[in-house]
């Protein structure tokens, strides 16, 4: 019985490990700078992204082929979007705190979306200037 209850917590407590890993990698990711063609791409109002920016981000990130392999996709990002938007609309009228953190985090995932874009723009241009010089 022991065994199996320090079990359960080792793995309640790797879950917990991978989950805040997992959205440090997000937000350092997204902390990173965009670039103004990404921005402009997006529509975004003064050069910042919102949440409402992340379906736009999305379009033009499968509009951004992939050409060299082990891409980033956004298919965990897109899971934690609709989990924080759900979130909103259910409780982010009547409890404001709430409210604003799901703000900042759909806020960050528009600015993963646009960083991993500007990413895959960056390295097919790489790309393309080395095939140019063979």
Known sequence: MLAAMLFAISIVALTQFAAYYWRAMLVGAAA???SE?????????????????????????????????G??????????????DAVASLVGSS??????WTQRELAVCARYAAVQIDRRLQANLELAESLRSC
Not at 95 to 100: D, E, N, S, T, Y
Request: avoid cysteine; hydrophobic fraction near 40%.
């Open 32 to 34: 990173q700078p965009v």
């Open 71 to 84: 891409g980033n996709g956004l298919s965990l990002v897109r899971v934690y979007y609709r989990l924080v």
């Open 95 to 100: 409890m404001p705190g709430v409210g604003a």
């Open 37 to 69: 063609r990404v921005l402009l791409a997006a529509g975004s109002q003064n050069g910042q992204l919102t949440g409402e920016d992340f379906p736009a981000l999305v379009g033009i990130h499968e509009l951004t082929p992939e050409l060299r392999p």
